[in-house]
């Protein structure tokens, strides 16, 4: 065994990375609104190499800074970052160097660029989401959430339904609750929206860890159309009690699935005023799937109120597309990159190499 073989990479696909860059000149487009205290007749790495190189190097996963005395002499990224990567050192700082106001001023540089690719549009979904992302270590906003039973953050996203698009991401703490901060954050997202748009239709789908009476007051104040899930009480299993004892018997003397809904008004105590509520009644052949949701889309309920999209998760992309070999050959007017012919996905990369 010896390492006498040529420069080879394992992320080759930063190569991919950086032609989206070159396309789109996302990160260039957030490094404006960072603010750089630094020296100027002393900078070495400017801020947006400093972003270029924290962004690629974590979607390759590697998950903090001091993977860079790692991968200093990596051939590909040296060549993608023009002049090597920054030091360890200089991506802490820059990573510690942001306060409230930078994620302020990214926030709305984030929500503002895509407020401009609405344009043309005639209907906006707004799907509204939370997830855990576990930590270990003693990260800050690191707190134990009793609901999933790990130290973690809670994070918040506010995704296009239509294209996916993510309108915002938000880190928050671990224990926070689902609806924490999402109404403040909507109504600043939404007054962008009107404000380039006021006759924009928009339609706001959520889980019912965001059904709240800030948010059904929101909906009036903007005259959004909506769909929320609500959880299950004694109020809504009295309204469902008929209809459920009705698809367990045409499953029991069928044996085949159904699903029936209904609907009825229905006002929590703390809601402002009542709400249309739609409940879905599933046999599934292992017991009843009970569901209920909040709506004022009575024409659309079942396509926007229960389905669920499937999307690639970040780790199969990871997996699939973004950990390849290569190997670096350097000439005086060109660099070459050669990537291994056993890789599964070619067609795939070389359709988004050259698209």
């Not at 998950?63 to 200089?90: C, F, H, M, R, W």
């Not at 009705?246 to 069928?254: C, E, G, Q, T």
């Not at 889309?297 to 970040?314: L, P, S």
Request: aromatic share 12%; net charge positive; charged share 25%.
């Amino acid at each position: 065994m010896d390492f006498s073989a040529d420069a080879v990479s394992s992320d080759g696909a930063v190569l991919l990375l950086e032609k989206l860059e070159r396309k789109h000149r996302i990160l260039h487009y957030f490094s404006q609104v960072i603010p750089d205290c630094r020296d100027p007749f002393r900078i070495v790495h400017p801020i947006d190499k400093l972003l270029k190189q924290r962004v690629f190097t974590m979607v390759q996963g590697y998950e903090d800074a001091n993977d860079v005395q790692y991968l200093k002499n990596d051939p590909l990224l040296k060549d993608i970052l023009e002049g090597g990567l920054a030091s360890q050192p200089t991506m802490s700082r820059f990573e510690n160097g942001f306060d409230k106001h930078s994620v302020f001023a990214l926030c709305n540089a984030w929500v503002d660029r895509y407020v401009l690719t609405l344009a043309g549009r005639e209907q906006l979904v707004i799907d509204i989401d939370g997830t855990d992302d576990p930590t270990h270590g003693e990260q800050q906003l690191s707190m134990f959430n009793g609901y999933y039973g790990q130290f973690m953050y809670n994070e918040l996203f506010f995704h296009d339904g239509d294209t996916g698009q993510i309108i915002l991401p938000v880190l928050r703490p671990g224990n926070s609750h689902s609806n924490k901060w999402y109404v403040a954050i909507l109504k600043r997202i939404l007054k962008k929206i009107r404000a380039a748009y006021p006759g924009l239709k928009i339609i706001v789908r959520a889980d019912s860890g965001f059904s709240c009476p800030a948010f059904y007051q929101l909906a009036d104040d903007f005259g959004l159309k909506f769909a929320v899930g609500i959880a299950a009480n004694e109020t809504l299993k009295k309204k469902t009690a008929r209809a459920e004892k009705a698809v367990r018997h045409l499953f029991v003397s069928n044996n085949t699935k159904h699903q029936h809904f209904i609907s009825y008004t229905y006002q929590a105590g703390t809601w402002h005023k009542p709400q249309q509520c739609y409940s879905k009644i599933e046999s599934t052949g292992k017991g009843l799937n009970v569901r209920h949701i909040v709506s004022n889309m009575e024409e659309a309920i079942k396509k926007t109120g229960f389905e669920a999209a499937k999307k690639w998760q970040v780790d199969t992309i990871r997996a699939s597309l973004l950990k390849i070999g290569a190997t670096i050959k350097t000439t005086k007017r060109k660099v070459y990159y050669r990537f291994s012919k056993a890789f599964v996905h070619q067609e795939l990369f070389r359709q988004l190499v050259f698209q």
